[in-house]
């Protein structure tokens, strides 16, 4: 950013007027065009302090009604509100109007959850020019901004820091990025209950799940079905219960939970707690996930194929994006010698899905090169669950976990991902995704991994049925968002 900018040189090229905003009327005389107009999102509840002193910074330095608290006003209603005003006044030819939607970026402030929540509403209104997004790290693990360059540590709130991020959103490039659909389907149990349970009692975590209504053409009688969406992973067994223990930690003492560095010390202080840097030892066999699931891969236009799953795997990963648990890349980037596995693109209609054994064979990912076991990448994959040794699982979906009861009778719960859509996302200079439409990208690594064992992937092939996207991302009133970091 040029030093010898004045403040109001900078700024002028992000700030839209109450007219475009408020359904006003034209009231003000607009004499400049921003080059980049924004709309900011911001979790107040954020980061401790920091999401209430960057909404205060922000509106100093902004038209304060581009500002918006997510604590007050969703982003659905706005991004509708505003959206609406901009086709009225494109039918009346307002040329303003129509330069402003051409070039609004948008910006959250939040952590991963905040962060989804945005792309996801985006995503849902399907609008006729969607804005491309930035997104400010907030949160705990910050994994999407990590992935596409805005850094994973909580940002400074000061002036300067902000005018300085809004410069870097500026410069930043489009890029597509995958979301994927979830649907989970459970008879309903003749005793017991088989619903997603939360840490304590409110189910915040399930943000990405709602239950499919009696209309919904993917309802079947009799049984209790979920559906949803995820940005960055998808997974199930040891680290998904580290997480669902540490949010339930933080929901019972959130006094203790105030900042980055020391939710990142608890995190790692739960992990130890929960016994899987001795799994072999601490957690039974019926824990591992050929013992909990069969699950089954499609590549694309292929049919349904059993993956083969190692008995000592205890984790499972199904990823969308090469930044998982702070920042660390469980894929890694592949030498090809072995298979025909590819860089983990965030535009290819891939899911990477990779094991853990136990919480040392995670440390690989420390090591260069380091990287979990690759299992597949896949079009579209499917857990089924059968009545089996233990009667609960752990799932998580970008960071919000929860306990899944399984069967206790004959009856089965499955879990299905697959491709949904895809939104633009901004990318800064030190992005670390990669596209698979970008010439640069290279598409193989000669680079020496290191890993303890590979295991066989499935092909695959069956005619892709698309479901639709309903309010998949819309969080309930009662939401704390709080949590969502």
Known sequence: MEDSHPKSELLKHFQIPNYILLSEPKVEKVIHVPECPVLVFINSKSGGQLGGDLLKTFRSLLNENQVIDLDKEAPDKVLSRIYMNLEKLKIEEDKFAINIQDKLRLIVAGGDGTAGWLLGVVSDLKLSHPPPIATMPLGTGNNLPFAFGWGKKNPGTDTRSVE??????????????????????????????????????????????????????????????????????????????????????????????????????????????????????????SRNIAQLAKVKIMKRHGSWQELKIHPSIRSIVCLNLPSFSGGLNPWGTPNGKKRDYTP???????????????????????????????????YRIRFKFHKGATDHTFMRIDGEPWKQPLPIDDDTVVVEISPLRQVNIL???????????????????????????????????????????????????????????
Not at 350 to 367: N, P, Q, S, Y
Request: net charge negative.
């Open 344 to 378: 983990p693109y965030v535009d290819d209609n891939l899911i990477e899905v990779v094991g853990f054994r136990d919480a040392w064979h995670g440390l690989v990912l420390l090591a260069p090169n380091g990287h979990g076991t690759r299992l597949a990448q896949a």
């Open 164 to 285: 300085s991020f809004l410069d870097k959103v500026m410069k930043a490039k489009e890029m597509k990025i995958d979301s994927w659909h979830i649907l989970m389907r459970m008879r309903a149990p003749k005793e017991g209950p088989c619903n997603p349970i939360a840490p304590l009692e409110l189910p915040h975590s399930l943000h990405a799940f709602r239950r499919v209504s009696e209309s919904d053409d993917l309802n079947m009688e009799g049984y209790h079905t979920f559906r949803g969406g995820f940005w960055n992973y998808f997974s199930m067994g040891m680290d998904a219960q580290v997480s669902y223990a540490f949010h339930t930690e933080r929901k019972l003492h959130p006094e203790r939970f105030k900042n980055q560095l020391v939710n990142q010390s608890s995190y790692v202080k739960i992990g130890c707690t929960q016994g899987w840097f001795c799994a072999s030892l601490f957690h039974p066999s």
């Open 427 to 485: 990318a800064s200079n030190d992005c670390r995704a990669k596209s698979v439409h970008e010439p640069s990208t290279p598409s193989n690594h000669d680079a020496e991994e290191y890993d303890s064992n590979e295991e066989d992937s499935g092909e695959g092939g069956e005619e892709f049925r698309k479901f639709g996207a309903a309010d998949t991302f819309k969080l309930p009133d009662t939401v704390d968002i709080s949590h969502l970091s």
